[in-house]
Nanobody, 119 residues
Framework: QVTFVESGGGLVQPGGSLRLSCAAS????????MGWYRQAPGKERELVAR???????NFADSLKGRFTISRDNAKTTVYLQMNSLKPEDTAVYYC?????????????WGKGTLVTVSS
């Protein structure tokens, strides 16, 4: 069974920042790309950002410049730094692991962490 430890969600004012963390087992972290999807109320789940084991990244076009993704191999943790947050960023953010060579692949999901952007 694969489990992730997600943290960092919460309430933030518009324009603020949050950093999400997702810790995985060493085995998963070493062979899978990891990243984040999000799902806002009434909307479909969408890719936020993904990072491969080699450090290649891809983002939703609308988020480039505000969000960054990184991974710490020693801590087997992936981070999503979110800046200049907007109310429309409010969503449940799900950590995932997927095939390193297939950008559409999701093999494992985290339970999600809620991000609320509101004044």
């Amino acid at each position: 069974q694969v489990t992730f430890v997600e943290s960092g969600g919460g309430l933030v004012q518009p324009g603020g920042s949050l950093r999400l963390s997702c810790a995985a087992s060493g085995y998963i972290f070493s062979i899978y790309a990891m990243g984040w999807y999000r799902q806002a109320p009434g909307k479909e789940r969408e890719l936020v950002a993904r990072i491969t084991t080699g450090g290649s990244t891809n983002f939703a076009d609308s988020l480039k410049g505000r969000f960054t993704i990184s991974r710490d191999n020693a801590k087997t943790t992936v981070y999503l730094q979110m800046n200049s947050l907007k109310p429309e960023d409010t969503a449940v953010y799900y950590c995932f692991a997927g095939d390193d060579l297939n950008s559409d692949s999701v093999d494992y999901w985290g339970k999600g962490t809620l991000v609320t952007v509101s004044s």
